[in-house]
């Protein structure tokens, strides 16, 4: 399996502001993904992370509020751009394609917007 | 299009007791996956389990067993013996046979263990 490493874990920022959130996995992975889970919800997809080419995202997800980057196979970040209480939720890495179709998931960031 | 069903949002156990979570899933595909994870109050999502559509076989780990019937397309989850460190939501997610690698999550059981 796979060792995603996600940070921040935590943060409280002030609306109006954007947050980067990275992963890093220990090894080279062919997909990556982010998805967000809202208080008390289930986990949504916000886009796939594409190495070398712009993110593909899903219905209600767009790239001026999510900025997505993906340098390389271990690496991705995640902007939360312009952040109003409603941005409020855990943020979490996927990564997946490592073999066997498993798929595995960071810590989670927990942002708070107020 | 695909959908994870469960119907349960809440159970409530004491400990010892046996618990089953259930999960419906939807899919036109006739490859696809089938996961479990849990999501203790920490917030990380832990992988339990991953079964293939051509693998109907139940599964025990110690005291979680699983339960997947393709003509119900049901895919349960039993804690047999609950402990206090069970309690968790519990999230079951479906993966369709293509090379896209997206989850389609259900709602979540949040399942509460009291001593």
């Known amino acids: 399996s796979a060792v995603i490493s996600q940070k921040p874990s935590r943060d409280i920022c002030q609306r109006g502001t954007s947050l980067t959130i990275q992963c890093q996995v220990d090894s080279q992975v062919t997909m990556m993904f982010w998805y967000r889970q809202q208080p008390g919800q289930s986990l949504t997809l916000i886009a796939t992370?594409?190495?070398?080419?712009?993110?593909?995202?899903e219905s209600g997800f767009v790239i001026d509020k999510f900025p997505i980057s993906r340098p390389n196979l271990t690496f991705s970040t995640l902007t939360v751009s312009n952040m109003s209480p409603e941005d409020s939720s855990i943020y979490l890495c996927?990564?997946?394609?490592?073999?066997?179709?498993?798929?595995?998931f960071g810590q989670g960031t927990r942002l708070t917007v107020v | 299009a695909q959908k994870v069903t469960q119907a349960q949002t809440e159970i409530s156990v004491v400990e010892k007791e046996d618990v089953t979570l259930d999960c419906v899933y939807e899919t036109r595909d006739t490859t696809y996956y089938l996961f479990w994870y849990k999501q203790p109050p920490s917030g990380e999502l832990v992988f339990l389990i991953r079964?293939?559509?051509?693998?109907?076989q139940n599964e025990i780990s110690g005291r979680y067993s699983w339960n997947f019937q393709k003509s119900t397309s049901s895919f349960n989850f039993t804690i047999t013996a609950s402990q206090v460190v069970d309690s968790a939501v519990y999230f079951c997610?479906?993966?369709?046979?293509?090379?896209?690698?997206?989850?389609?999550f259900g709602k979540g059981t949040l399942l509460t263990v009291n001593p």
């Open positions: 997610a479906l993966m369709n046979g293509g090379s896209n690698y997206k989850l389609t």
């Open positions: 079964r293939n559509s051509f693998d109907e």
């Open positions: 996927s990564v997946a394609g490592t073999g066997d179709t498993e798929a595995f």
């Open positions: 992370a594409n190495q070398g080419s712009e993110a593909t995202y």
